[in-house]
Nanobody, 121 residues
Protein backbone atom coordinates (compact mmCIF):
# COMPACT_ATOMS: atom_id res chain seq x y z
CA UNK A 1 0.00 0.00 0.00
CA UNK A 2 1.21 3.51 -0.77
CA UNK A 3 1.34 5.84 2.21
CA UNK A 4 0.79 9.50 1.28
CA UNK A 5 1.54 12.38 3.61
CA UNK A 6 0.41 15.92 2.82
CA UNK A 7 1.80 19.14 4.24
CA UNK A 8 1.87 22.84 3.52
CA UNK A 9 -1.65 23.85 4.41
CA UNK A 10 -2.45 26.79 6.62
CA UNK A 11 -4.31 30.06 6.90
CA UNK A 12 -3.75 32.70 4.25
CA UNK A 13 -5.32 35.96 3.21
CA UNK A 14 -7.36 36.36 0.06
CA UNK A 15 -5.00 36.69 -2.87
CA UNK A 16 -2.21 34.85 -1.12
CA UNK A 17 -0.35 31.71 -2.09
CA UNK A 18 0.38 28.32 -0.61
CA UNK A 19 2.35 25.33 -1.81
CA UNK A 20 1.10 21.94 -0.80
CA UNK A 21 3.34 18.91 -0.76
CA UNK A 22 2.57 15.22 -0.75
CA UNK A 23 5.27 12.65 -0.16
CA UNK A 24 5.29 8.89 -0.30
CA UNK A 25 8.02 7.86 2.11
CA UNK A 26 10.03 4.94 0.82
CA UNK A 27 7.72 4.32 -2.11
CA UNK A 28 8.30 5.20 -5.74
CA UNK A 29 5.47 7.23 -7.23
CA UNK A 30 6.70 7.20 -10.81
CA UNK A 31 4.13 4.66 -12.01
CA UNK A 32 1.19 6.30 -10.27
CA UNK A 33 -1.35 8.71 -11.65
CA UNK A 34 -1.83 11.36 -9.02
CA UNK A 35 -4.11 14.19 -8.13
CA UNK A 36 -5.12 16.79 -5.64
CA UNK A 37 -8.64 16.83 -4.32
CA UNK A 38 -10.47 18.95 -1.79
CA UNK A 39 -13.50 18.90 0.41
CA UNK A 40 -14.92 22.14 1.70
CA UNK A 41 -17.27 22.51 4.67
CA UNK A 42 -20.58 20.87 3.85
CA UNK A 43 -19.47 20.03 0.34
CA UNK A 44 -18.70 16.90 -1.58
CA UNK A 45 -15.10 16.05 -2.33
CA UNK A 46 -14.01 17.35 -5.72
CA UNK A 47 -11.06 17.08 -8.04
CA UNK A 48 -8.70 20.03 -8.25
CA UNK A 49 -5.71 18.97 -10.35
CA UNK A 50 -4.39 15.81 -11.96
CA UNK A 51 -1.02 14.74 -13.31
CA UNK A 52 -0.30 11.58 -15.23
CA UNK A 53 2.83 9.47 -15.22
CA UNK A 54 4.31 11.47 -18.08
CA UNK A 55 3.67 14.85 -16.50
CA UNK A 56 0.59 15.85 -18.45
CA UNK A 57 -1.84 17.83 -16.33
CA UNK A 58 -5.52 18.62 -16.08
CA UNK A 59 -7.31 21.10 -13.84
CA UNK A 60 -10.76 21.74 -12.56
CA UNK A 61 -12.25 24.92 -13.97
CA UNK A 62 -12.02 26.54 -10.53
CA UNK A 63 -8.27 25.87 -10.36
CA UNK A 64 -7.15 26.51 -13.92
CA UNK A 65 -4.86 29.51 -14.23
CA UNK A 66 -4.30 29.78 -10.48
CA UNK A 67 -3.05 26.36 -9.40
CA UNK A 68 -0.14 24.32 -10.73
CA UNK A 69 0.37 20.63 -10.06
CA UNK A 70 3.80 19.09 -10.43
CA UNK A 71 5.62 15.94 -9.46
CA UNK A 72 9.19 15.04 -8.52
CA UNK A 73 9.52 11.33 -9.03
CA UNK A 74 13.12 11.29 -7.81
CA UNK A 75 11.94 12.50 -4.41
CA UNK A 76 8.60 10.69 -4.47
CA UNK A 77 6.76 13.98 -4.12
CA UNK A 78 3.72 15.72 -5.54
CA UNK A 79 3.10 19.44 -5.28
CA UNK A 80 0.29 21.92 -5.70
CA UNK A 81 1.20 25.58 -6.05
CA UNK A 82 -1.86 27.67 -5.30
CA UNK A 83 -1.92 31.36 -6.16
CA UNK A 84 -4.58 34.06 -6.00
CA UNK A 85 -6.41 32.14 -3.33
CA UNK A 86 -10.07 32.83 -2.72
CA UNK A 87 -12.34 32.14 0.28
CA UNK A 88 -14.03 29.41 -1.75
CA UNK A 89 -10.71 27.56 -1.88
CA UNK A 90 -11.06 26.88 1.84
CA UNK A 91 -11.09 23.10 2.24
CA UNK A 92 -9.24 20.06 3.35
CA UNK A 93 -6.87 19.15 0.53
CA UNK A 94 -5.96 15.56 -0.17
CA UNK A 95 -3.50 13.95 -2.51
CA UNK A 96 -4.34 10.62 -4.06
CA UNK A 97 -2.63 8.06 -6.24
CA UNK A 98 -3.67 5.15 -8.39
CA UNK A 99 -2.10 2.77 -10.86
CA UNK A 100 -4.78 3.62 -13.39
CA UNK A 101 -5.74 6.90 -15.01
CA UNK A 102 -8.85 8.26 -13.35
CA UNK A 103 -8.26 11.92 -14.01
CA UNK A 104 -10.24 14.05 -11.58
CA UNK A 105 -12.69 11.26 -10.70
CA UNK A 106 -11.87 11.06 -7.04
CA UNK A 107 -14.03 8.06 -6.19
CA UNK A 108 -11.79 5.81 -8.31
CA UNK A 109 -8.56 6.51 -6.47
CA UNK A 110 -7.22 3.77 -4.24
CA UNK A 111 -4.54 5.53 -2.19
CA UNK A 112 -5.20 8.66 -0.12
CA UNK A 113 -3.38 10.88 2.31
CA UNK A 114 -4.87 12.25 5.51
CA UNK A 115 -5.27 15.76 4.17
CA UNK A 116 -4.00 19.24 4.95
CA UNK A 117 -6.29 22.13 5.80
CA UNK A 118 -6.30 25.31 3.76
CA UNK A 119 -8.20 28.32 5.07
CA UNK A 120 -8.52 31.52 3.06
CA UNK A 121 -10.00 34.61 4.65
Amino acid sequence: DVQLVESGGGSVQVGGSLRLSCVAPGHSISRYYMGWFRQGPGKEREGVAFIDTGGATNYAYSAAGRFTISRDNANNALYLQMNSLKPEDTAMYYCAADEYNHGLAWRQYQHWGQGTQVTVS
